[in-house]
Nanobody, 119 residues
Framework: QVQLVESGGGLVQAGGSLRLSCAPSGRTFSDYVMGWFRQAPGKEREFLARISWSDNSTYYADSVKDRSTISRDNAKNTVYLQMNGLKPEDTAVYYC????????????WGQGTQVTVSS
């Protein structure tokens, strides 16, 4: 069974930082692209960043590219999203997802981890 398990969320003060982790399991993800999304209450899900497991290429949404870094650790089979300079508007549930590198559709999703930024 394929699982993507996120961790690292929590309560942080504005201006602080968090590192979210995503640990995929249940299949080989070497030909997959891993992405991070978030969804705030009453808002649509928002794409944040993605990283290719095969060539380590990355792409960021404009809303977070100056404050975020996506990375992977092959040895730990984990993808990270480091976010700095957090703002109250970053409060959301953050999701990890994966899609096959030759497809644009994210087919695997985690359960999400809550990030709350206090002012």
């Amino acid at each position: 069974q394929v699982q993507l398990v996120e961790s690292g969320g929590g309560l942080v003060q504005a201006g602080g930082s968090l590192r979210l982790s995503c640990a995929p399991s249940g299949r080989t993800f070497s030909d997959y692209v891993m992405g991070w999304f978030r969804q705030a209450p009453g808002k649509e899900r928002e794409f944040l960043a993605r990283i290719s497991w095969s060539d380590n290429s990355t792409y960021y949404a404009d809303s977070v590219k100056d404050r975020s870094t996506i990375s992977r650790d092959n040895a730990k089979n984990t993808v990270y999203l480091q976010m700095n300079g957090l703002k109250p508007e970053d409060t959301a549930v953050y999701y990890c997802a994966a899609h096959y590198k030759y497809s644009a559709k994210y087919t695997y999703w985690g359960q999400g981890t809550q990030v709350t930024v206090s002012s």
